[in-house]
């Protein structure tokens, strides 16, 4: 795990080493100093020679003066150094993220991961903090002021060896403990932390629902939970410093009761006895500091290895060894395809589906809600890979296709839509980011998006508002719609894509697609039988299985799924239905 979070130190590898450096060079300053003191009480104070003290005085202060700074050039690495990694491991995590399949985010959770990108690597950043400077200078000073004691005065320093041991086995046992709980802490946090995001992803929905106090509640249960946790981990921790100070205020007494009668019997001098406390209080800090790192650690490190998670996770959406750089026509077959969310065989989505589409037709696509639609035509772009059986897309593996290539021939508006903050010339120039503005227009055309962006006040140059929503539902749709045709694609599959908007649009819009794009294959599901109604062929959908495929006629004939969907529709006067979807 260390060494995979080590990787991202990279350019901070310098700041990384000079600050331990200053901080054993600040270190031996400040050991020496009371030893300065004690000759400076000794051979000047005591004696009454002045110049002595002058001389021992000025030495110490420069010590000082040369400690303090590079006790300051050591800081100022080790901040560099710290946010450096930091800012190195949320890069790495992002860019990771990025080749995530959709099923490796469904495996991690997104609430999961945005804890993972902030309060973990924030974590990892103070332990690395403490680690390259605390880290340093508390066993140094440790060792440096043992050694010195030993030399004023073995007799007595040994009081302070045995207390190291007691001390490591108490706080041993404490991380063991504390080590497990703060692993839960940060699971619990994962869950408070998508909590929070679908309350506030989906406000709307609790605002007119009234369901603020249920959220409320909901989001108590869990920060109860984050608090229940996170509370015996820290109480545990704080044992830690009652045990450590008991054990070296122990040492201090024995060690005042000793040193006075040393001194009495003439075999220590005052001097020695001052920098022997001084030494013993330095001990007792480095001793504080190393046990105050020791749960930082404990901390880290359970974030550390939830850091270490993602970055060891492989996409399982990988490119052939020798993809293939071209998708030769817009044809489509399903090949014996079962497909699970869960890799599970016994939890099949899409069961035995076979379908072959030609290049260049239009294909509807109908059926109730959670038929697998969407798990259906997901596998085109490989959103998601088939559990068993192949895709081909132009006569090849999907598989064996350029992940890039294919992405880039296959357009698909997703049914759960998005927009991001920016213009809307922006937004519609991810389908094709070298389109002219006469392009852009010609492709809001086809969606019948036109009109609307006209009225706005900027045109294309209106922004859109993070999330889009300063756009209604079934402009959103036409957007991504126009965003969709302009990557002139193989293959456009509209998800559920035009459920927002009325039916003579509707029509308007499918028009326009068979005039400008008409080699392209094209897969329309809808909700409405008048979306599809014209198409070449349409696949009804059923409990995961293709229950039918034809055209409009035959179907009407011989699936009585499809005659009584069709007979209540026709009957609410031209399928006026206006079915307000997730868009
Ligand atoms: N990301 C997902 N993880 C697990 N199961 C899913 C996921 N998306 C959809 N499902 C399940 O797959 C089934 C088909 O869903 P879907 O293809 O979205 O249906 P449709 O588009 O026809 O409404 C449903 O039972 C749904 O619960
Ligand atoms: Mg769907």
């Not at 190195?88 to 992002?94: E, G, I, V, Y």
């Not at 908007?501 to 094209?522: F, M, S, Y």
Request: overall charge neutral; proline content about 2%.
């Amino acid at each position: 795990m260390i060494k995979k979070i080590m990787e991202s130190i990279r350019e901070y590898k310098k700041s990384s080493i000079l600050s331990p450096v200053f901080v054993t060079l600040e270190v031996i300053m400040e050991v020496v100093i009371p030893l300065l003191m004690a000759r400076l009480i000794d051979q000047g104070l005591n004696r009454g020679n002045m110049r002595a003290t002058w001389f021992y005085g000025i030495i110490m202060l420069a010590a000082a003066a040369v400690s303090l700074s590079f006790g300051a050039l050591a800081g100022k690495f080790c901040a560099t150094a710290s946010t450096g990694l930091a800012k190195n491991l949320r890069h790495d995590l992002f860019a990771k993220v990025q080749d995530f399949s959709f099923k490796n985010i469904d495996d991690f959770s997104t609430g999961s991961l945005v804890t993972r990108m902030t309060t973990d690597v924030t974590n990892v950043q103070m332990a690395y903090m403490l680690l390259i400077r605390i880290a340093f200078r508390a066993p140094l000073m440790l060792i440096f002021s043992l050694i010195m004691s030993f030399s004023i005065n073995a007799r007595l320093a040994v009081d302070f060896l045995i207390a190291v041991p007691v001390l490591a086995v108490a706080l041993g046992l404490i991380i063991k403990f504390a080590h497990p709980l703060f692993r839960k802490v940060f699971k619990i946090y994962d869950r408070l932390n998508t909590v929070v995001q679908e309350n506030l992803r989906g406000i709307r929905v609790v605002k007119s629902y009234v369901r603020k106090d249920h959220e409320i509640e909901k989001f108590k249960g869990i920060s109860g939970d984050v608090y229940e946790t996170y509370s015996s981990a820290e109480k545990l921790m704080a044992l830690n410093s009652p045990v450590m100070q008991a054990v070296i205020y122990a040492c201090m007494l024995v060690i005042a009761w000793v040193g006075a009668k040393l001194i009495v019997a003439g075999s220590l001098t005052t001097g020695e006895l001052t920098s022997l406390i001084t030494y013993i209080m330095m001990i007792l800090m480095s001793l504080m500091m190393l046990s105050m790192i020791f749960v930082m650690l404990t901390i880290a490190q359970a974030s550390g290895e939830r850091i270490v998670e993602v970055l060891n996770t492989e996409s399982d959406l990988t490119n052939a060894p020798q993809p293939i750089e071209r998708v030769k026509d817009g044809s489509i077959v399903f090949d014996n395809v079962n497909f699970s969310y869960a890799g599970d065989p016994d939890k099949l989505s899409l069961k035995d589906i076979n379908l072959a589409i030609k290049s260049g037709e239009q294909i509807g696509i109908i059926g109730e809600t959670g038929s697998a639609k969407s798990s259906l035509v997901q596998l085109i772009p490989r959103l998601y890979d088939a559990t068993t059986g192949t895709v081909y897309v132009g006569g090849v593996d999907v598989k064996d296709i350029d992940l890039t290539v294919l992405r880039d021939r296959v357009s698909m508006v997703l049914q759960k839509n998005v927009l991001f903050a920016g213009t809307i010339a922006e937004n519609l120039r991810w389908g094709n980011p070298n389109a002219s503005e006469a392009e852009l227009w010609r492709a809001c055309e086809v969606a019948c998006a036109d009109e609307f962006i006209k009225e706005m006040p900027d045109g294309l140059n209106t922004m859109i508002e993070q999330g889009g929503t300063n756009v209604s539902g079934g402009q959103k749709q036409r957007l991504c719609i126009a965003r969709a045709v302009l990557a002139k694609p193989k293959i456009l599959i509209l998800d559920d894509s035009t459920s927002a908007v009325d039916t003579k649009t509707d029509a308007k819009i499918r028009q326009g697609l068979k005039e400008v794009i008409p080699g392209t294959t094209t897969l329309i599901i809808a909700q409405r039988i008048s979306s599809i109604e014209g198409a070449d062929r349409i696949v009804i959908m059923h409990h995961g299985t293709i229950d039918d495929v034809g055209t409009s006629d035959e179907l009407l004939k011989r699936n009585t799924l499809y005659r009584e969907v069709y007979d209540t529709q026709m009957q609410m006067k031209g399928g006026q239905t206006h079915v307000e979807t997730e868009a």
